[in-house]
């Protein structure tokens, strides 16, 4: 009698593999927030001056430039309260002098040190003489030169200088998602030519902060953000020195222009680094540039594992590793796979900068002339959900072609495997009981 238990075995087998192979992970959907507003830098500049009202003389001079019987040296009218002249002051009319006569001129009549001969202009009234505190406006003349000391409401004069916010095209604006000691992740936007902004985040408590070459970083906001929350933030920078707040110190002057200016153009989807601290601990940075994930990222001794993934919306996309020395061994040729499959290699760095120039084939280069570090970058000409993994080339078992990703796949879920062989075998079991009972 044949036994049937065998085929049956494989067939529970392969069936498994395949579905633990391509078992879709539903995660659901954050309610998300938007946080927006504009950026830009307090400055002071100089205006021009002007004469509005046309009496020939401007507003560095006029102190009522929108007046035009008021000018320097105009003629002045007593008693109106109104400073014709621009000398801050207006001449009392002789009925409002408070002068009094005195049989003796000489004779101090209030005590306050002045006589009518010494100039005293009242000298029934002890705070009113030569030199005496003027009170501004009160049609009185304390100090006895003829005049009302005229109070300013501001500055009649237009300003010589104005202070002004200029907004900034360029600015990274980040938003921190997470945030620990050896991982630092964070979503971040660039300000248009309008010094705007908008980033699209999922409800949450979270430290937004500003990089620009040449300012140092804003100060850090706290923000939350709720359901469906629009939230208006403007944020002010300062001239300084440039803090780069997002990877370990690495010398790409030769390829920062070019990478930059394909971050700007929406070419670059994330930038990250990994650094070593010790040999079991790696800091970690991520920026992403859209609404991707990186998730999971291992770091294990020459090995860089990580799986990005996407809405089809986001398009293509490159990404750019910065790696520290002394994660991989430098003797060895670093190498890269994409889904399971050894990437080629791109011309060149606008080769790879630029995702769409060959069509859905992604490629890979590695920069290894930095001083302390190198650079690594994948083009992903479409968007869905990608494993990607970096390593040193070494003699290794050699597997047949289209196994990569079963094994794979099997390391990842090794406990649902040993669940499923747990399944197998007592099937097997039952099936065997079954077998011999039949026999006898």
Sequence with gaps: MKNKSLPLLLTVLLVSIFLIQNTIIVRSESTYGVISGKIGEEITVELTPTDDDGDGFNSSVDCDDNDPDVYPGATEICGDGIDQDCDNKDPLCDEDSGMNDFPSPSVDGDGDGFSISDGDCNDDDPSIYPGATEICGDGIDQDCDNYDLLCKVGDKNKPDVQTIIEYKKGVRVYVILADS???????????????????????????????????????????????????????????????????????????????????????????????????????????????????????????????????????????????????????????????????????????????????????????????????????????????????????AIIIPPGLEDVIETAIEHKEEIIAVGILIIVLAAFLMFRKSKDEL
């Design 181 to 395: 000691a050896d991982f630092l992740s964070s979503k971040c936007a660039f300000t248009d030519e309008n010094g705007e902004y908008s980033l699209s985040v999922p409800s949450g408590s979270y430290s937004i902060q500003t990089d620009l070459d040449g300012y140092n970083p804003s100060s850090v906001q706290e923000v939350n953000v709720s359901s469906e929350e629009e939230i208006d933030l403007d944020i002010a920078i300062s001239q300084g020195q440039k803090d780069d707040l997002r990877f370990f110190p690495l010398d790409i002057k030769e390829y920062k222009d070019l990478i930059e200016s394909s971050v700007e153009n929406n070419m670059v989807g994330s930038e990250f680094s990994i650094q070593k601290i010790n040999e079991s601990v790696y800091k970690k940075t991520i920026v992403l540039y859209d609404d991707i994930a990186i998730d999971p990222l291992n770091v294990t001794s020459e090995n860089v594992t990580f799986q990005v993934s996407g809405e089809e919306y986001v398009g293509s996309r490159t990404l750019v590793l910065y790696l520290e020395h002394g994660l991989f061994n430098k003797s060895r040729n670093l190498t890269m796979r994409y889904d399971g499959f050894t990437l080629n290699s791109a011309d060149d760095l606008d080769d790879v900068l630029d995702p769409d120039n060959d069509g859905s084939n992604p490629e890979y280069l590695f920069i290894n002339s930095t001083d302390n570090g190198s650079i690594a970058l994948v083009s992903i000409p479409h968007f869905s959900q990608h494993k990607i993994s970096i390593y040193t080339e070494t003699p």
